[in-house]
């Protein structure tokens, strides 16, 4: 039947590829969008509470592969749970950069709210200190000396040009920027580590300089767009939630979408032939070269061309499709290869506290100019908090390697802080999204939750009520992540295939993870619409090859057809 017949059927809902079934449905495609899981967005899925819970269950007893691995978490769940809107993928906007153009662009932007993160702070011994983003910050830093104002100036003003043919980076390009810094700028040990890792977000301490200042630079130029911050933080869990943006674009011009029904059996229609394309069509050109079967579904669909996630494919098929070259950041792959994770919920803000003043010969140990201490079981001393202190909703804390005891000595931590404002947790809780890169698997036993530990304390002690000592966490998940890396047989040409896989996006720091999906969904949109285009003629709104926009025009009764979601 017809309404079971399509251009294009896509298996998953990650943000890959829900940008690519958005910019196909608004060529004028015929997409159907298809997903096991109950809910959008994949391994990018944004999930209630009693979502994750159930996600985390049902990941740790199942034996089939899954990049993410040794899951536990905390046998009480707290009340409120469908209230929450926790990621599986946290990250952050960059105000320039192909997200924010996407999402401008398309018109998903309208779907859902984003904010300034209000800021990146970064831990040492002392405490937290909030990294300078700006001229202005940095001349009223009382922390940064005059002198090292003046180099950090200098460093700041030549990233933020167009660097590549400067003399400064002249046979520079692959030293590790942790080093390259020091040697050309003469910045300071605990400066290169702030501007390596709080502002240019390094997972490691061998990451080139030229991809690392190429990070840099586009960081450095979004601050302004929309506010002091270079970063935006999505509604409703972020990530997740503009996944689903991007479905609710697609249905909106025609998409149909297709939830909780598990692949049944993919069947090629023409197997005799090894290249759909090497030859003329001796078929008219509405001839189908896949049919779909799902569980408890009455339709048999059909399609030219499949766009799938890499769980998707079945093995029959592994050597007819064309999966895209990887995409790298630089040599970030080299030295990290895993994640551990965690998230915590927590019921006391974060604060960024502002340094106590010299402490006076009589006072006792007990006793501040901010007023009453609290004395930790470790003998530190936590002052109470003063005028200046301020509690953090929405920021990155950057933990730099060797800053926690028992921590890691090569690898930076972060941790995203998501309060009510993002409209992800109840009125007074908190989320915090904790990342530990890893050079390599850690062998059994190790779990990410005794790897995480001491960052999980250190975090912990940081909230705004002393009294309240240690903090204890309403709920826990630990993890690890490895990515899926397996490389399918390919013919070597995206137009050679109409069964197409996306990059595997490699691991990434918070900035970087949404544009790079972004990279990968234009490139899987244009190979798709150069397989269609050979396949049959244009769309109705669809110009020729090398004229098709990733996004065609807004057309002005968009909001209009709002109504059909």
């Not at 911050?229 to 409703?236: A, M, N, Q």
Request: glycine share 6%; net charge negative.
């Amino acid at each position: 039947m017809e309404e079971s017949q399509f251009d294009v059927i896509v298996f998953g809902t990650g943000l890959v590829n829900s940008i690519t079934a958005a910019a196909l449905s608004k060529c004028g495609y015929k997409v159907a969008h298809i997903d096991s899981n109950p809910y959008y967005g994949g391994d990018e899925a944004s999930l209630s509470l009693e979502e994750l819970v159930k996600w985390a269950d049902r990941t740790a007893s199942s034996n089939a592969p899954s990049r993410f691995q040794r899951l536990t978490r905390s046998v009480e769940v707290p009340s409120q749970s469908r209230q929450y809107s926790i990621c599986l993928q946290p990250g952050v906007i960059p105000s320039v950069g192909p997200l924010i153009s996407s999402l401008v662009s398309s018109g998903v932007a309208k779907y859902s709210g984003f904010r300034l993160l209000e800021a990146v702070i970064v831990y040492d011994s002392t405490g937290v200190k909030n990294v300078p983003g700006s001229k202005e910050d940095i001349f009223k830093s009382k922390e940064i000396s005059l002198l090292e104002k003046r180099r950090l100036m200098r460093f700041l003003t030549f990233a933020a040009t167009d660097f590549e043919d400067k003399k400064e980076l002249e046979g520079m390009e692959d030293m590790p920027f942790l080093e390259f810094l020091p040697k050309v700028f003469s910045l300071g040990k605990e400066i290169t580590s702030v501007i390596g890792y709080s502002l240019a977000f390094c997972m490691s301490s061998t990451e080139p300089t030229l991809p690392t200042l190429q990070r840099l630079r586009n960081y450095l130029r979004s601050g302004g767009r929309y506010g002091a911050s270079p970063f935006l933080i999505g509604d409703y869990g972020g990530i997740g939630d503009i996944a689903q943006g991007f479905c609710r674009a697609s249905a909106v011009c025609g998409g149909v979408y297709i939830l909780s029904r598990a692949v049944q059996k993919i069947s090629r229609l023409h197997p005799e032939s090894t290249d759909a394309l090497d030859t003329p069509p001796t078929e008219p050109p509405s001839t189908f070269n896949y049919t779909v079967d799902l569980d408890d579904f009455p339709d048999t669909l059909s399609c030219k061309l499949i766009i799938s996630s890499l769980t998707y494919v079945p093995p029959e098929l592994q050597s007819s499709i064309y999966q895209f070259p990887s995409v790298s950041p630089g040599a970030v792959q080299a030295a990290v290869n895993a994640l551990a994770r965690c998230i915590l919920i927590i019921d006391e803000p974060l604060v960024l506290r502002s340094p106590p003043p010299p402490q006076e010969p009589d006072q006792g140990p007990e006793s501040t100019e901010h007023g009453t201490s609290n004395v930790h079981q470790d003998g530190t001393q936590v002052p109470a908090p003063a005028a200046a202190d301020r509690a953090i909703d929405t920021a990155i804390v950057v933990f730099p390697p060797s800053s926690v005891d028992g921590g890691s000595e090569t690898h930076p931590v972060t941790v995203l802080i998501n309060g009510e404002s993002s409209l992800s947790t109840p009125k007074g809780k908190w989320l915090a999204y904790i990342t530990l890169p890893l050079g390599s698997i850690p062998e059994e036993p190790i779990t990410a939750e005794s790897l995480l530990r001491p960052y999980v304390d250190a975090l912990l002690r940081l909230a705004v009520n002393p009294s309240r000592v240690p903090l204890a966490p309403l709920f826990s998940l630990f993890y690890l992540e490895v990515p899926d890396e397996r490389v399918l047989p390919s013919e070597g040409d995206p137009q050679a295939s109409t069964y197409l896989v996306p990059a595997a996006l490699p691991i990434a720091s918070l900035p970087d993870f949404p544009d790079q999906a972004t990279t990968v969904a234009e490139a899987t949109f244009r190979a798709a619409v150069q397989i269609l285009q050979k396949l049959s003629p244009p769309r109705e709104n669809e110009g020729e090859e090398e004229s098709t926009p990733f996004w065609p025009p807004l057309p002005t009764d968009e909001d209009d057809e709002d109504s059909e979601w």
